[in-house]
């Protein structure tokens, strides 16, 4: 009988263990980090192709964003069919280099051609728009590029993939009241909806700037000033190109770095690594 008892009992401890550690959740595995999806995102200032030597290569451009092998880059100060640089698009000529898509946004018209904004993509671009900011009055106008881009799933490429909206802009470089309003649009714009929102661009504003500090109200800046990897080596206070996440979003930073290429730009190109 006592034996008949402890076998019933030990019995009952091994489903005890069974059901309470089969309730436990299990730790994240190998699988389930693949399975997220990582984005390389670069920020750049591309000064239309015209390094710090003065010549304008926009080949030397395109091998600096290839070796980092970027998804999507927001480009400031891109050239249309201007006179400067021989009629071509850069944005294209970029994107066929690159063999990525691009998407080119007027700001302004100059010398003949235009001048403004581009997104390259290592994904289809669904839908995008070159919204112009205020004031109405200004000393060059401004604006922000919108693309809806859907990102397959890592394991299943043929799905429709999930939608975000990625945003590039380039901020007056003169005002700080322009500046402002320039950005109450774009968060205006960008606040809604529920399609995950990254927003970059050359805000022409420091860290310390108050734009900034009021801006990391609803946004997040990928910067790692901690590790100082992701600034200007020893002027992390000195940087005006962001990569943005909108607060609310369920977005990681993985990694974040300023690429030290000194030559190429008088900016230097930022890059961060994320997850959703």
């Known amino acids: ?39 390389r995102i670069m920020c750049y200032n591309i000064r239309h192709g015209r390094g710090m ?42 994107a066929e280099m690159l063999g990525m898509h691009h998407v080119f946004g007027k700001a302004i018209d100059y010398q003949g051609g235009e001048y403004g904004l581009a997104v390259l993509s290592r994904f289809p671009i669904l839908e995008h728009q070159m919204v112009l900011l205020p004031p109405e009055i200004q000393q060059e106008q401004r604006g922000v590029q919108i ?15 999930k939608v975000i ?20 649009k774009i968060d205006e714009i960008l606040s809604e909806g529920n399609e995950p929102v990254i927003l970059a661009g050359d805000f022409n504003a420091r860290p310390a700037n108050e ?13 790692d000033l901690e590790a100082d990897k ?28 300023t690429i030290n290429d000194t030559m190429t730009s008088d900016h230097m190109p930022i890059l961060s690594v994320i997850s959703f």
């Not at 964003?65 to 069919?81: H, M, R, S, T, Y």
């Not at 909206?165 to 109450?184: G, I, K, V, W």
Request: with cysteine; aromatic share 8%; net charge positive.
């Open 53 to 94: 030597d003065d010549v304008v290569h926009l080949e030397r451009t395109a091998n600096v964003i290839k070796e980092w092998k970027p998804d999507l880059v927001a480009v400031q100060e891109v050239d249309k069919n201007t006179q400067r640089t021989n009629r071509t698009d850069q944005a294209k000529l970029l």
């Open 230 to 257: 992701s600034v200007a080596p020893n002027r992390p206070e000195r940087r005006i190109d962001y990569i943005f996440l909108r607060a609310k979003d369920s977005f990681k930073v993985r990694e974040s770095r």
């Open 165 to 184: 909206r990625f945003a590039n802009t380039h901020l007056s470089h003169s005002s700080q009241e322009e500046r402002t309003a320039q950005f109450a």
């Open 1 to 39: 009988m006592k034996t008949k008892l402890s076998s019933t009992l030990w019995k009952s401890g091994i489903v005890f263990y069974c059901l309470l550690f089969c309730a436990v959740p299990a730790k994240p595995t190998q699988a389930d980090e693949e399975s997220k999806t990582i984005l």
């Open 211 to 223: 734009l900034v500090v009021q801006l990391l109200k609803n946004w997040r800046d990928t910067a």
């Open 147 to 161: 693309v809806r881009i859907a990102i397959p799933d890592s394991q299943d490429p043929d799905a429709k993939g």
